[in-house]
């Protein structure tokens, strides 16, 4: 009776009563080398382990500094006027309309909205004169929205959004050779094409990290920008902060839907940062390309292992198979060896790399000295925080077995292929 005869007669319950008896004999085989195995256990344990915690700090890092960017002053979505972000001017501002408001204010995803008014100018004291950005805020409703107001460098913010109060960047005020409490000249032209000047009198400096922020803004009160700018009730964008990250895209799409049929845009804090988002992208790729040649050389230790526990007990398969044992079984045989190894390095390995997490969310790494004033130059947070993502896990350890998995398809073949003469007379 050949294997194609075995193979036929078989019932289900046999079938059942083999799985079981190859569960049974790849659990004992693995120990047969309990040397070899441990080794290979210890390396898909590594891989793992180093895999979660690397993605964790990544992921977790990159969600702090995204946190800490759009509480500063971003906010996680925008409203604009179509084509404000490529061309920035006061020709693309726009009025808050009824409908507007109660869109904003009906979606209790959106924590906090703070309307906004940019345009260029001209700050001069005494002999000196400089380029700057003018931002009209409302301070009751930044205070609530942003942590801008916190940035606060020397003297104090204003409180009043009408009165002629300013506050610069803190590098604008050491370019102008000036102090807090000097009175200065702002000079603009408005959305009529008028020139407009007002004398301000800085109370505060801001000190953000940004060079753009420290080097070359002014902050007034909303209604004080718009009488300079001339732009009536307009206003550049309104501001959005919700509760989660993870509400952008939803929320995103909501307001779409409102405001169809206006000329008005809804824009991620990644559109209007795009650089801040390549700098993630691009810190991404590095990371995952690192990972990547870790896992492709734990498989190969893998494969390596594998094939060498098939070599050595080739006779052993070749008497099996000249007594009809099926050789798919071989191969099932071969399978649930390499599968018990790597379940139990993904075991620990996610163990391992869960707490290894865990840990770093509880207590992050702060860094001080010339590291700290490296990130702040950047405008990142100088530490360094990680996550617990299911999905991070789940994805990690798909694709240790799926590599895993591959790296045995060559041992299994041979396996396969093997004839019952030959793996007798192997030595």
Same mark, same amino acid.
Do not use: C
């Given at each position: 009776?050949?294997?194609?005869?075995?193979?036929?007669?078989?019932?289900?319950?046999?079938?059942?009563?083999?799985?079981?008896?190859?569960?049974?004999?790849?659990?004992?085989?693995?120990?047969?080398?309990?040397?070899?195995?441990?080794?290979?256990?210890?390396?898909?344990?590594?891989?793992?382990?180093?895999?979660?915690?690397?993605?964790?700090?990544?992921?977790?890092?990159?969600?702090?500094?995204?946190?800490?960017?759009?509480?500063?002053?971003?906010?996680?979505?925008?409203?604009?006027?179509? %084509?404000?972000?490529?061309?920035?001017?006061?020709?693309?501002?726009?009025?808050?309309?009824?409908?507007?408001?109660?869109?904003?204010?009906?979606?209790?995803?959106?924590?906090?909205?703070?309307?906004?008014?940019?345009?260029?100018?001209?700050?001069?004291?005494?002999?000196?004169?400089?380029?700057?950005?003018?931002?009209?805020?409302?301070?009751?409703?930044?205070?609530?929205?942003?942590?801008?107001?916190?940035?606060?460098? $020397?003297?104090?913010?204003?409180?009043?959004?009408?009165?002629?109060?300013?506050?610069?960047?803190?590098?604008?005020?050491?370019?102008?050779?000036?102090?807090? %409490?000097?009175?200065?000249?702002?000079?603009?032209?408005?959305?009529? %094409?008028?020139?407009?000047?007002?004398?301000?009198?800085?109370?505060?400096?801001?000190?953000?990290?940004?060079?753009?922020?420290?080097?070359?803004?002014?902050?007034?009160?909303?209604?004080?920008?718009?009488?300079?700018?001339?732009?009536?009730?307009?206003?550049?964008?309104?501001?959005?902060?919700?509760?989660?990250?993870?509400?952008?895209?939803?929320?995103?799409?909501?307001?779409?839907?409102?405001?169809?049929?206006?000329?008005?845009?809804?824009?991620?804090?990644?559109?209007?940062?795009?650089?801040?988002?390549? $700098?993630?992208?691009?810190?991404?790729?590095?990371?995952?390309?690192?990972?990547?040649?870790?896992?492709?050389?734990?498989?190969?230790?893998?494969?390596?292992?594998?094939?060498?526990?098939?070599?050595?007990?080739? *006779?052993?398969?070749?008497?099996?198979?000249?007594?009809?044992?099926?050789?798919?079984?071989?191969?099932?045989?071969?399978?649930?060896?390499?599968?018990?190894?790597?379940?139990?390095?993904?075991?620990?390995?996610?163990?391992?790399?869960?707490?290894?997490?865990?840990?770093?969310?509880?207590?992050?790494?702060?860094?001080?000295?010339?590291?700290?004033?490296?990130?702040?130059?950047? %405008?990142?947070?100088? *530490?360094?925080?990680?996550?617990?993502?299911?999905?991070?896990?789940?994805?990690?350890?798909?694709?240790?077995?799926?590599?895993?998995?591959?790296?045995?398809?060559?041992?299994?073949?041979?396996?396969?292929?093997?004839?019952?003469?030959?793996?007798?007379?192997?030595?």
């Amino acid at each position: 009776m050949n294997n194609e005869e075995l193979r036929r007669d078989e019932t289900p319950g046999l079938k059942k009563r083999s799985l079981e008896l190859l569960l049974k004999m790849g659990w004992r085989n693995i120990w047969r080398n309990k040397r070899r195995t441990i080794i290979t256990m210890l390396a898909v344990t590594f891989a793992l382990t180093l895999s979660i915690g690397m993605r964790g700090i990544q992921l977790g890092t990159y969600e702090v500094n995204i946190k800490y960017v759009v509480e500063l002053f971003t906010g996680h979505l925008q409203i604009q006027r179509q %084509g404000y972000q490529e061309n920035p001017t006061l020709q693309k501002s726009f009025v808050i309309t009824d409908s507007l408001r109660r869109l904003v204010e009906q979606d209790p995803r959106i924590v906090a909205s703070a309307p906004r008014l940019l345009g260029d100018g001209l700050i001069s004291f005494q002999e000196n004169s400089l380029g700057a950005l003018i931002i009209g805020i409302s301070p009751s409703r930044e205070r609530a929205f942003s942590k801008i107001m916190t940035k606060i460098h $020397s003297g104090r913010f204003f409180r009043e959004d009408t009165a002629h109060d300013i506050v610069v960047g803190a590098q604008l005020l050491d370019n102008l050779k000036a102090h807090v %409490g000097d009175k200065v000249v702002v000079l603009a032209q408005g959305l009529d %094409g008028t020139l407009g000047n007002y004398k301000y009198r800085i109370v505060g400096t801001m000190k953000t990290g940004s060079p753009e922020f420290d080097g070359g803004s002014i902050f007034v009160g909303l209604s004080a920008a718009q009488e300079l700018l001339a732009a009536g009730n307009r206003v550049s964008m309104v501001a959005l902060m919700l509760k989660d990250l993870q509400d952008i895209p939803s929320v995103q799409s909501s307001l779409k839907e409102g405001l169809a049929g206006t000329e008005l845009s809804v824009l991620a804090w990644n559109e209007v940062l795009p650089d801040l988002e390549q $700098s993630i992208q691009l810190d991404n790729v590095s990371g995952m390309l690192m990972l990547g040649i870790l896992i492709v050389v734990v498989a190969f230790g893998i494969a390596n292992t594998v094939l060498m526990s098939v070599t050595e007990r080739f *006779r052993e398969f070749g008497v099996a198979l000249s007594i009809g044992m099926p050789r798919e079984y071989l191969v099932v045989l071969v399978l649930f060896e390499t599968l018990f190894i790597v379940l139990i390095g993904i075991v620990i390995g996610n163990m391992l790399g869960s707490g290894i997490n865990y840990y770093i969310m509880r207590h992050p790494i702060v860094f001080g000295g010339e590291y700290e004033q490296v990130y702040a130059e950047y %405008g990142f947070l100088p *530490r360094i925080e990680s996550t617990l993502r299911p999905g991070m896990l789940f994805n990690s350890t798909i694709a240790t077995i799926i590599i895993s998995l591959l790296a045995t398809l060559y041992p299994l073949m041979k396996v396969y292929r093997l004839q019952p003469l030959k793996g007798i007379r192997y030595t």
